[in-house]
């Protein structure tokens, strides 16, 4: 049987998953880290975009030896990735600059009366989030753009993203965008589908840098022969326009986007809803779904991260006062601790925000309600688990009420929410929803692969793609 694979590059790893039979919908996959980042000055957050694209094709290959014979088989390639940052290539796919991604904060740098991004904001308007689906942000290719722009340092030739990059190096052609992925950028318009030419514009940009738009279930190019040889796979096999990795998450995890509600917790975290069409106001963003459609998404600063700098207090602690180091993080202790304290933490309450949020960047995490009693590890950490619940559920609720729907469930992906049910419990406390994990770990190279099945017409469309999906329903994930 025919199989499709899709790619997944990254910040932290790159994955190759190949798509199996319905009874096993994961033939193979592959993982590798991705290579590291260029050294550079604090707030620059650069890589070798080859060396990216290589260890992409490596991964590529090592599946393709995991599938043996069958890797002949193979119908389709679908590319997703880190949907915000850039790199700008020439005609040939060879970069003209680093790969600048998400993480670089050189949009914040001051200039006359402010910051290149408050510059960039006051350019477009007050009223341009309306048109992109979401407010320019730092990260945001956009910005860098402008940035570079600024600096004399944005050579002529094509932005794109890290996916787009690695897609057009594979079919030996220029490289194509797909909404999900320019929506990201800031310059983008939701409604039609398209860059925003006057927002380009207002920013100074040549209209040349952005790539056509195509969507995601197109075939965009099909594989070289000479990069054939070095994944392993047949030339000619179509590729699929690459897409951004939230909406190829969703895609992975969702079998029926029109009931259910897709919280993805990682560093960061992400809910949200598939809407035909909703209104929409910040700090909710509407970020397009596949073909048709858009997400109605609230990005949520306290992810995992959270947990990791709770963590790292208690490493340091045990450091600095004990001079004991633990060699491995505590989050197992941490959550058996917390297991024990109970829902509620006994009226310890915290605001999980260490970064603040993306409206109000200033404000900062806090535990209330400690007495000597409760002041301990178990009660913290119940109580910021609780907290990063209650985030996620605020921002649920703002998007049930625009979308004008009630989810039946949550489908929940991301380390942060498979590894800790506890957390899982609280967000199903919080909600009322019940919690559905998918079986298939790597949901946005999932995800990637189903687009591209449909594209090669091994499935007639997204939602017969998604038939393909496996939840399960885990006992402490239901609402009590």
């Not at 998918?438 to 007639?460: I, W």
């Amino acid at each position: 049987m025919a199989t499709c694979i899709g790619l997944d590059i990254g910040t932290t790893t790159i994955t190759a998953l190949a798509l199996g039979a319905d009874a096993e919908p994961v033939a193979a996959v592959e993982t590798r880290p991705t290579p590291e980042r260029l050294p550079r000055a604090a707030g620059r957050h650069e890589w070798d975009a080859n060396a990216i694209a290589a260890r992409a094709e490596e991964c590529l290959a090592a599946l393709a030896g995991r599938l043996g014979d069958r890797a002949g088989d193979v119908a389709c390639l679908g590319v997703t990735g880190q949907q915000h940052g850039v790199v700008v290539v020439d005609a040939a796919v060879r970069p003209l600059t680093p790969f600048i991604n998400w993480q670089d904060r050189r949009g914040d740098e001051p200039c006359e009366g402010g910051s290149l991004l408050g510059e960039a904001a006051r350019r477009l308007g007050p009223d341009a989030w309306r048109r992109a689906g979401c407010t320019l942000a730092t990260g945001h290719l956009g910005l860098t753009l402008f940035a570079l722009a600024r600096a004399d340092a944005l050579p002529a030739g094509t932005a794109c993203s890290i996916m787009e990059f690695v897609t057009a190096r594979l079919v030996g052609g220029r490289p194509v965008t797909e909404p999900t992925c320019a929506a990201a950028s800031g310059l983008f318009s939701i409604a039609a589908r398209d860059w925003d030419r006057a927002a380009i514009a207002a920013l100074g940009l040549p209209a040349a840098l952005f790539p056509e738009v195509r969507e995601a279930t197109t075939v965009v190019g099909r594989l070289a022969p000479a990069d054939a040889g070095r994944v392993g796979l047949v030339a000619g096999i179509p590729l699929a326009a690459p897409l951004g990795d939230q909406q190829a998450g969703f895609l992975g995890s969702v079998a029926d986007r029109r009931t259910s509600a897709h919280l993805n917790v990682g560093t960061g975290a992400q809910v949200s809803m598939f809407v035909a069409e909703a209104g929409f106001a910040p700090p909710l963003e509407l970020r397009p779904f596949p073909v048709t459609g858009g997400l109605l998404t609230g990005a949520v600063l306290c992810g995992g991260w959270s947990y990791q700098v709770l963590d790292g207090f208690f490493r340091a602690a045990g450091r600095d006062l004990l001079g004991t180091a633990a060699a491995t993080p505590l989050y197992d202790r941490l959550t058996e601790l917390a297991a024990a304290v109970p829902p509620g933490a006994e009226g310890v309450v915290c605001t999980p925000l260490f970064a603040g949020t993306r409206a109000d960047p200033e404000r900062r995490a806090a535990w209330s309600g400690l007495s000597a009693a409760t002041f301990t590890p178990g009660h913290l950490a119940r109580a910021l688990l609780e907290g990063m619940a209650r985030e996620y559920a605020t921002h649920l609720a703002e998007i049930r009420t625009r979308a004008g729907t009630q989810p039946a469930r949550i489908v929940a992906t991301g380390n942060a929410l498979r590894k800790n049910p506890l957390l899982r419990a609280a967000v199903a406390a919080a909600t009322g929803l019940p919690l559905a994990v998918p079986r298939q770990r790597e949901e946005a190279a999932f995800g990637a692969a189903l687009a591209a099945g449909v594209a090669a017409g091994r499935f007639a469309d997204l939602d017969a793609a998604a038939r393909l999906v496996r939840l399960d329903e885990p006992a402490e994930s239901q609402p009590r």
